[in-house]
């Protein structure tokens, strides 16, 4: 690349503070104003908008295998996923394979992406225009404007910005080759322009633009050697065929006719959220029949203004702004033509990030051709208020992607009617654990839409969770009935069947979920839990090995296993499977309390000791592992450790273990604090009052209290349950208690 010097005129004294100002300087400000605008995205969490199934829960991601490489670079082979874009998935599985797949690395990768994107605008149109001040102009407001929020902040818009970048360098690469005719250039351009298309396809139209970077920099097309698109169109043949492979989708909604009408409407949309007169939204619905009429007079409106607007470019010459409108409509052709494809939205934000380039170079180039020096303080005036709007209304709409429940609260705003917002907002509002207003909006999106299969599966699931299993066999197989192939309700008609015991109807729905997606790793647990639960622990454990080849890093099937083995009794396998589980999630309590019981079990206290704190390291509220971790400390003699965890234990949960009160009692007793044990026995038996131990142990410190008709009555309640208390002891009771009488 040519060294940043090239963006404009050596200064009159060649100074290296003209440098400074034109290059160092705006490069600083920008990384600055944008890292100020969008640190807060970096703490957001994933939203429930593909994030989820395409990231954090996408198989080809779990691990950098040859077969996961194979799947990614295979048109068709990422489950769901609609266009062919394996250079952005390619960079999602390096941030799991060298960080981790938290939501907080991917959004921190985003935010150097648009700050990258950002500098490559700056030094593109600064080669252009040959001024650094309308350079970052375009730059900032690049940087700064609503409509880029979007790619920026949603994890899965990575691939807008990972096609922008590529894109620009592609721009950047051939206007090098323009200018010095270098064809290291050009292959370059060639080469960034393919990874683009791998990022997303929706730089298609990016040769047009070269053939305009060749128009700009002579002035005319006429030394332009048109055999030079040969191979940029070969490789927009190539990744035409590769997204034609991609899974057909079915054409919703308007007609092609009526979609076409909706054009201008569109643009018209577009130019209002441009000048901040509307607001921008997460969700863009088509509009209903009876707004036709709006729809037709807006987008002739927008159009006029577009064709005026170039007229009066041609007409008074005015190159840069022609060129920077020509640069956006070409640019938007593909947001265009996906307009005429299957999807719930008609337009979204993250279609114009490349695009507005050009109407922000519109933008700059009204600056560079103001001459008088009144008129340009007033545009740049009107420039900068026009900045610090935009400033504002990003940090309000970066603000709504900060949850899943306020970008659908948001989107709820603009589109009342459609039955996918309500299903995500209800999926949000289940995560806050806000379960009756989740169902309210699985209600009313299935009064919208009753054919849409995924709410039932979801009110089918919350049903279940709620254990009101008629309400939720009705919405599940409501589901199925919908779509036979919906791995996700036969999944979730295992669980229900199996909550039920009802274990061969589970398992054929579990079969069939596998059948569906023989990759679905959610089908194989949950027939691997219930050939468990039946007993058939070696079907089981084959099941679990069978979906660990699919998915070797899952730590819910290696804990699953490991529970398998255990029952086995193959406990050094039970123990690394644990382990194995713990590795690859950390942060697993379960694990360690497995393991844990499994050491206790072999003697080994430290080892025990050490997987029960562990476990409450990552769930502090685990009582089961407090408790055990009394009574290992019980049985090392340890007892102030052991009265502390069994004080824990009731405070978190005081009446479902009365072996904790018991045991503390013991401990009590054996501390001489008679009256403080007796209660813990009295607490014991009032939890559950056949439990023999608490009433002898209740006998005996009355009698050593020289209360024996309570002494005798404990000892007696002692025998009634069962215990076999020594008749000597029952005998001087008895004794004791007529002497008191006489």
Avoid at 50 to 68: K, Q, Y
Avoid at 432 to 451: N, P
Wanted: hydrophobic residues 45%; proline residues 4%; aromatic residues 12%.
């Amino acid at each position: 690349m040519d060294n940043l010097s090239e963006l404009h005129p050596p200064s009159a004294t060649g100074s290296a503070d003209g440098s400074l100002w034109r290059t160092t300087i705006p490069v600083m400000f920008l990384i600055a104003l944008t890292l100020y605008l969008y640190s807060p995205a970096l703490s957001f969490p994933f939203t429930n908008w593909d994030d989820i199934e395409f990231i954090s829960e996408n198989p080809c991601l779990r691990a950098p295998t040859a077969e996961n490489i194979k799947r990614i670079l295979t048109p068709g082979a990422v489950p769901g996923e609609m266009i062919y874009i394996p250079a952005t998935y390619f960079s999602f599985l390096l941030e799991r394979v060298f960080f981790s797949p938290a939501p907080g690395v991917v959004h921190a990768t985003n935010v150097l992406l648009h700050i990258s994107n950002a500098l490559l605008v700056f030094y593109f149109i600064g080669s252009l225009l040959k001024n650094s001040m309308a350079a970052l102009v375009v730059a900032v407001l690049f940087s700064v404007h609503p409509l880029v929020v979007e790619p920026v902040v949603w994890a899965m818009g990575r691939k807008d910005l990972l096609s922008t970048a590529f894109g620009l360098l592609s721009l950047i690469f051939f206007r090098n080759f323009v200018i010095r005719g270098r064809m290291r250039s050009y292959f370059l351009s060639l080469i960034v322009f393919a990874i683009a298309l791998l990022a997303k396809p929706s730089l298609i139209t990016l040769p047009l633009i070269l053939v305009g970077v060749h128009a700009y920099i002579h002035r005319s097309l006429r030394t332009f050697r048109w055999a030079l698109l040969i191979p940029f169109l070969s490789v927009c043949i190539l990744a035409y065929i590769s997204n034609s492979l991609m899974p057909d989708q079915s054409l919703d909604g308007p007609n092609t006719m009526v979609r076409l009408i909706y054009v201008p409407w569109i643009l018209t949309g577009w130019g209002l959220r441009l000048l901040l007169i509307n607001r921008p939204s997460p969700f863009y619905s088509w509009p209903s029949e009876d707004e036709f009429g709006l729809i037709v007079a807006s987008g002739f409106a927008g159009l006029i203004f577009i064709l005026l607007f170039i007229s009066i470019a041609v007409k008074f010459r005015k190159i840069n702004a022609l060129s920077g409108a020509l640069f956006y409509l070409v640019a938007f052709i593909p947001a265009i033509v996906v307009i005429f494809d299957a999807r719930d939205f008609v337009t979204a934000d993250r279609y114009g990030y490349f695009p507005l380039i050009g109407v922000f170079f519109v933008i700059a180039s009204v600056l560079v051709d103001l001459r008088s020096g009144w008129r340009r303080r007033i545009a740049v005036a009107v420039v900068s208020i026009f900045v610090g709007l935009c400033m504002l209304r990003t940090s309000q709409q970066i603000d709504v992607w900060s949850s899943s429940e306020k970008l659908w609260r948001r989107a709820l705003q603009d589109c009342p009617r459609v039955a996918l917002i309500r299903n995500n907002l209800g999926l949000a509002l289940i995560e806050t654990g806000r379960d009756d207003e989740a169902i309210e909006q699985f209600k009313i999106g299935i009064k919208l839409d009753s054919g849409f299969g995924a709410i039932y599966n979801n009110l089918g699931r919350l049903y279940f969770e709620r254990q009101e299993f008629t309400s939720a066999t009705a919405a599940l197989k409501s589901a199925v009935a919908l779509n036979s192939y919906d791995k996700s309700a036969l999944k979730n008609l295992g669980d229900l069947y199996a909550a039920q015991e009802q274990l061969d109807l589970a398992q054929s729905y579990y079969a069939r979920a596998i059948h569906v997606n023989p990759e679905f790793i959610a089908g194989y647990i949950g027939l691997g839990n219930s050939l468990n639960q039946r007993g058939k622990l070696s079907e089981a454990a084959h099941v679990y090995d069978q979906a660990l080849a699919i998915d070797p890093r899952s730590a819910e099937l290696y804990f699953n296993l490991g529970i398998v083995r255990e029952k086995e009794g193959k406990l050094e396998k039970a123990i690394s499977c644990y382990r194995q589980a713990i590795n690859y999630r950390l942060g697993f309590p379960d694990a360690h309390y497995n393991l844990g019981n499994l050491y206790h079990s072999q003697g080994a206290l430290a080892k025990a000791e050490s997987s029960y704190l562990s476990a409450l390291e990552f769930d502090n509220g685990k009582v089961e592992a407090i408790i055990n971790l009394g009574n290992l400390y019980l049985e090392a003699n340890r007892l102030d450790l052991a009265e502390q965890y069994y004080r824990r234990a009731i405070t978190v949960s005081a009446t479902k273990y009365p072996a904790v009160h018991y045991n503390l009692g013991v401990i009590l007793s054996q501390k001489n604090n008679l009256t403080g044990a007796l209660t813990l026995f009295q607490t014991t038996q009032r939890l559950k009052p056949d439990y023999a131990p608490a009433h002898l142990k209740a006998s005996q410190i009355c009698f050593q209290l020289k209360d024996y008709p309570a002494a005798l009555r404990h000892c007696e309640a002692a025998v009634k349950h069962g215990l076999d208390v020594d008749e000597e002891y029952q005998r001087e009771l008895r004794e004791l208690l007529l002497k008191e009488q006489r």
